[in-house]
């Protein structure tokens, strides 16, 4: 029996849809309908109750849906022990974040580690949220940085960088010569925004929501170097995180003006997987990216 039928079965339960644990695991649903099969053969019992109008589980498959996630949960455990040692062995930490965490606001931590630790590899990837979140729980990275990090039981979250959110336009806009802005300005304006599915994009919504803003969405990307190079040609304005334009503003590309209202700041953090074995390099690492926090 494999961990994969076994994750099938978990998905199946929780997201009681066969087409949905299909698409999740990248299969076929008459795959994921023969995997079910094999397993009530297996132990002679049905799994799941298919008299009910609503899916349901049989008392089998209650238990054996508890036993699959402890199992998972120790497979999971196992990986992530034997990455360790391998990656203990190596000298090596394995990181992943998201592009404009990684590009800018990460840089100088990396550097500061090298400094004091130049024996020890860092292996950074550049992902997008999910693919972080994914990878970390499987225990092929040691840390991620992600921008507004969400609450898992099994990921443990540390604050790093409040990233002040900013007004950002060419320097031919008609808002470029202000020192700051008023939010509410930005009504109707045409806006060139995050995609839909990423944290920023949610967490930028709430705040124009916050303040009753109608912003006029012309283009919407998912990273920023895109977002940036289409307000630089003034075809609209963005928000974006200060840190991410320091090196256009300092060309005299881009504008970033300050909102008047409040400080928007957008949260980021390191995420690590809970009750993982940590080295010695790791636990420096980690405490290098919080140390401006602690201070």
Known sequence: MQIETLQIFCDITEMKSF???????????????????????????????????SFGLTAAGELFYNSCKDIITRFENFQSSLNYLKNSAKS?????????IGMHSLQEYIKKFITLHPNVHLDVEYLNADEIYKRLLLGKIDVGLVAVPHNSPDIQVFDFVAEPL??????GHQFAKKSSIDICMMQ????????RNLPTRNWIDQILLRY??????VMEFDNVETIKRVVEINAGVSIMPQTTIRNEVANGTLKAISFSNEKFKRPTGIIIRKNRVMNDNLKAFIEILRSKLIK
């Open 92 to 100: 090596k930490i394995s990181i992943a974040a998201i592009y404009s």
């Open 19 to 53: 087409s949905r644990a299909a698409e999740k695991n990248m299969i076929s649903q008459s795959a994921v309908s023969q995997q079910l099969g094999q397993l009530e053969r297996a132990f002679n019992t049905l799994l799941i109750d298919r008299h009910r109008k």
């Open 212 to 217: 009753n803003v109608a912003v006029k969405p």
């Open 188 to 195: 109707y304006q045409q806006f060139v925004a995050f995609a």
């Open 166 to 171: 900013v007004f950002v336009c060419s320097p």
